[in-house]
């Protein structure tokens, strides 16, 4: 049994300092058509001498149709940073644009709109509402949004739920379904409206680790077949393997941009 | 869609909610009735008559037994600018006998038909002397249309009912001033002789008439409306007052009763909430959902409060005054909404204080 502290595949931190993919901020450079472009964000929490640095001066470019990880230790600042992405808290400086979307101009009602309408959120523990059924919380969803046709919705709904292989569990209460089928509910959620960007946190964090592979990689087949921008957010390195592109990120910091292949194996 | 699959879904829980507003509202609902039992019971010989005004002596301090008028004054009063009918009234508190013994008695001796006169639902006011209307309430003393009610050595024959007419909480019988001023010297030997005297002036008024002018045309005299005369029978006022304070307490406590309960449910849907909200839910969706669920908690605690009510006027004992009228029933299901709606409110502070932000990661 190895020392965990000495285990490569456990220590994030060890791939990120050797690693020889190019810093973000070069990369982003090379992406200038991406879907997401965050610039120059920062983000500082108190004043003074309890000033903390939790993201700092961090660029990176995805590109449409990319499944990414953002990966680094705890207290790496890399919730915050999926946070600021996906309009869940504004930025001490910088920008992050959607599109042609500027997120960080948008005032509190039009982020809430935002985030209804073209971000997808699949949390650490699946967070569905405990007293709606597997399909119920696919609708919920869509009745945050208007426009959206009860027939339409019920169609998307269930064609989700199949490609999830939950069809059977379509009327079960969360309590009734297991780990990975709650997470599954969720990735069915988070892609229910159609968003541009789909947003995952530490998805495998309470699953173990054959539920945990099983739900990336359904999370990247949904993620590829729909042509939606993916980022998730882990410190668990066996799970980049399946994304197209890895950010590293340490004490804030976006480190490096590598490819999956060289992490960790 | 939330807030109705969860109380779908978690019924135990809103049962208690329910519960507790059903208590309140049976409570609140058996207080009300007993509010208006003592208030319609006191008032309704001068409140539910032809009379929109009385006219008392000065000195009465608007009590129609203390007041003391002469009979000449109802034509004075009838002469009085706005006034457009005037009649006597007498009245005398006393104990009576009926078919099955010794009844309680509030006697009226007015003009029957005339101002002040109540109006007969079954059988006919009294038109010759000896004769008399009397108040439903005494059917349950055996009193039928054709029976004897004596007072003193004076009987009446009994010739038709008047409802809600009572005086004090005591039934009462309406008669022709003859009649009454006989019953009066049987039983107060010391008013023998004073024919003239009457206790009070029923009237008629205009629409615009002005009280204050009537009591100057008059010497001596006050006029109250027929509202206010029932408002001045002692304790009436005090009564009405202490119970509605105890029944908009109850109330109010129904009100903190909701608040503690939804901000309860709050706080431990504070993690769903931030997730929802990250989802992209408005904070006014989610508190609309908790209004939603306020109204409908208060809701069925209004119905089941009201029918444990009805059910229990049934086992109530006929002695207690108490009256379920639909208006009182109507303002505390209103006062029950309103009272559900603004403790769930305080919740929305709370709902709008959650950040979506805590939805994801752990710290920092």
């Given at each position: 049994?190895?020392d965990?502290a ?5 220590d994030?931190t ?15 450079a090379?992406?200038?058509s ?7 964000v920062r ?6 001498h309890t ?5 700092s001066d961090?660029?990176m ?16 600042g890399?919730?915050?940073?999926i946070?600021?992405?996906g309009g ?24 809430t ?6 971000v ?8 569905l ?18 426009g959206?046709?009860?027939?339409q919705?019920n169609?998307?709904?269930?064609q ?5 292989g ?5 009327k ?10 709650r997470?599954?509910v ?5 892609l229910m409206?159609?968003p ?17 592979r099983?739900?990336v ?20 390195l066996?799970?980049?393997e ?24 | ?11 135990g829980r809103?049962?208690?909610?329910v ?19 003592l ?8 409140r ?20 003391r008028l002469p ?44 101002p002040?006169?109540?109006t007969?639902?079954?059988?006919t006011?009294?038109t010759?002397?000896g ?5 439903v309430?005494?059917?349950?003393a ?12 004076v009987s009446?024959?009994?010739v038709g ?8 909480l ?10 009454w ?8 030997p ?5 024919t003239?005297?009457?206790n ?5 008024t205009?629409?615009?008439?002005d009280?204050?002018?009537i009591?100057a ?16 029978i ?5 009564q009405?007052?202490t ?11 129904a ?15 504070r ?12 904070t ?8 939603l669920q306020?109204?409908?908690?208060s809701?069925?605690?209004?119905v ?9 006027d049934?086992v109530?004992?006929p ?12 303002t ?5 909404l309103?009272a ?8 929305l502070r ?8 805590t ?6």
């Open positions: 049994m190895t965990p000495n285990d490569p595949v456990l994030a060890r791939s990120a300092l050797d690693g020889p993919g190019a810093s973000p901020a070069d990369d982003a090379g992406h200038p991406a879907l997401l472009h965050v610039n120059d983000k500082v929490y108190g004043s003074g000033e903390v640095v939790a993201v961090a660029t470019a995805v590109d449409e149709g990319e499944f990414v990880a953002l990966l680094g230790p705890s207290g790496s890399k919730t915050t940073l946070s600021i992405i869940l808290l504004a930025p001490s400086s910088g920008r992050v644009t959607v599109g042609d979307v500027d997120v960080t101009a948008m005032n509190k009602k039009e982020l709109a935002f985030r209804a309408e073209r997808g959120f699949v949390f650490q523990s699946a967070n509402v405990p007293f709606l059924t597997a399909r119920e919380n696919l609708l919920f969803v869509s009745s945050l949004v208007k959206i046709s009860r027939t919705a169609e998307r709904a269930d989700l739920l199949s490609e999830l939950l069809s059977a569990r379509a079960n209460l969360p309590e009734q379904l297991s780990g990975g089928e997470q599954r969720a990735i069915g959620r988070a409206n159609d541009d960007l789909v947003l995952v946190d530490e998805p495998t964090a309470a699953l173990d680790t054959a539920m945990g099983q739900v990689e359904l999370l990247r087949r949904e993620i590829k077949a729909r042509g939606k921008t993916g980022i998730m957010v882990t410190h668990d066996r799970m980049v399946y994304t197209d592109r890895v950010f590293e990120i340490l004490d804030g910091h976006l480190t490096h941009v590598e490819q999956p292949s060289a992490i960790g194996h | 869609m939330l807030a109705l699959n969860e109380i779908r879904r978690g019924k809103f049962a208690a909610i519960s507790a507003l059903s208590l309140i509202v049976f409570l609140v609902l058996v207080l009300g009735a007993l509010a208006d039992g208030f319609f019971g006191a008032t309704g010989a001068v539910n008559t032809s009379a929109t005004g009385y006219v008392f002596a000065s000195d009465a301090e608007g009590s129609l037994v203390r007041s009979v000449s004054d109802v034509e004075k009063v009838a002469a009085a600018p706005g006034v457009e009918q005037a009649g006597p009234v007498g009245v005398l508190l006393t104990g009576g006998v009926g078919p099955d013994g010794p009844i309680d008695l509030a006697v009226f001796g007015i003009d029957p038909g005339g002040g006169s109540p007969a639902v079954e059988g006011l009294p010759e002397p004769t008399a209307a009397v108040d309430a005494l059917r349950d055996g009193v039928t249309l054709g029976s004897e009610v004596s007072v003193g050595d009446a024959t009994v009912f008047t409802a809600d007419s009572e005086y004090q005591q039934p009462t019988l309406w008669t022709g001033v003859e009649t001023r006989s019953m009066r010297d049987a039983v107060r010391e008013l023998r002789g004073q003239d005297v009457i009070s002036v029923a009237i008629v205009a629409p615009d008439a009280l204050g002018a009591a045309a008059v010497p001596d005299t006050t006029v109250l409306t027929a509202a206010e005369t029932g408002l001045a002692p304790g009436v006022e005090q009405s007052s119970l509605n304070s105890i029944i908009y307490t109850t109330l109010a406590v009100g903190l009763v909701v608040a503690l309960f939804f901000a309860l449910l709050v706080l431990e849907k993690e769903l909430f931030a997730a929802l909200k990250a989802l992209g839910a408005s006014g969706r989610l508190g609309r959902g908790v209004i306020a109204l409908i908690a809701a069925l605690g209004v089941i409060g009201a029918v444990v009510a009805r059910l229990f049934l109530i004992p002695e207690v005054p108490t009256l379920f009228r639909t208006e009182t029933l109507l505390i299901a209103v006062f029950t309103v559900g709606v603004v403790g769930a409110m305080f919740s709370r709902i709008a204080k959650i950040d979506p932000a939805a994801i990661g752990g710290a920092l």
